[in-house]
T-cell receptor
Framework: GAVVSQHPSWVICKSGTSVKIECRSL??????MFWYRQFPKQSLMLMAT?????????EQGVEKDKFLINHASLTLSTLTVTSAHPEDSSFYIC???????????????FGPGTRLTVL | GDSVTQMEGPVTLSEEAFLTINCTYT??????LFWYVQYPGEGLQLLLK?????DKGSNKGFEATYRKETTSFHLEKGSVQVSDSAVYFC???????????????FGQGTILTVHP
């Protein structure tokens, strides 16, 4: 099946620094990608929808200036956590939407996640 | 808004036992329903889905039926294996006419551990 990769798989950074997380669809083109945040023993919370070539759509309560999303190509979306603080420590998961060659299917494939720890 | 509530875990079973993980939802419009599985160290994988009322999704011995009258999508398997140990997420994708069209809303996840 389709594969979505994330890099890095884990990162530790100092408070006040910025961290970039990459999400790639490896064998399909994704015009739409999604970024989720998962707290321990809790559900995935949708942060934003990333559309290739246009601005991301953020969910209510998510600071767009803190969580910068860039979807510059059909296979790559990036999430940058700016001026990170300890409360930003979490597990960040991306997914990519595969509409199939004929546009008749609609499947989301998920990356393995990135563990961010802010000291 | 849309929401998904699933059975709290963790669930611990012996191999070959019967599994049920309950999932109920609230949604406007006509959502599609999903079960995802997350094995240790891996990303979420689609396990099965159902797109309309009374549809039954099935895969790898797991089944779930879309029950509109009870707004449920319970996951079942007749005989679990050690390799089924994972975290299971129930989810819905908002359908046409709903407030969350096209977006996935997840339950909190249920940890399943199967012992030999």
């Amino acid at each position: 099946g389709a594969v979505v990769s994330q890099h890095p798989s884990w990162v530790i950074c100092k408070s006040g620094t910025s961290v970039k997380i990459e999400c790639r669809s490896l064998d399909f083109q994704a015009t739409t990608m999604f970024w989720y945040r998962q707290f321990p023993k809790q559900s995935l919370m949708l942060m934003a929808t990333s559309n290739e070539g246009s601005k991301a759509t953020y969910e209510q309560g998510v600071e767009k200036d803190k969580f910068l999303i860039n979807h510059a190509s059909l296979t790559l979306s990036t999430l940058t956590v700016t001026s990170a603080h300890p409360e930003d420590s979490s597990f960040y998961i991306c997914s990519a939407r595969d509409r199939g060659r004929d546009g008749r299917t609609d499947t989301q494939y998920f990356g393995p996640g990135t563990r961010l720890t802010v000291l | 808004g849309d929401s998904v509530t699933q059975m709290e875990g963790p669930v611990t079973l012996s191999e070959e036992a019967f599994l049920t993980i309950n999932c109920t939802y609230t949604a406007t419009g006509y959502p599609s329903l999903f079960w995802y599985v997350q094995y240790p160290g891996e990303g979420l994988q689609l396990l099965l889905k159902a797109t309309k009322a009374d549809d039954k999704g099935s895969n790898k011995g797991f089944e779930a039926t879309y029950r509109k009258e009870t707004t449920s999508f319970h996951l079942e398997k007749g005989s679990v294996q050690v390799s089924d140990s994972a975290v299971y997420f129930c989810a819905l994708r908002g359908g046409a006419g709903g407030t969350s069209y096209g977006k996935l809303t997840f339950g909190q996840g249920t940890i399943l551990t199967v012992h030999p």
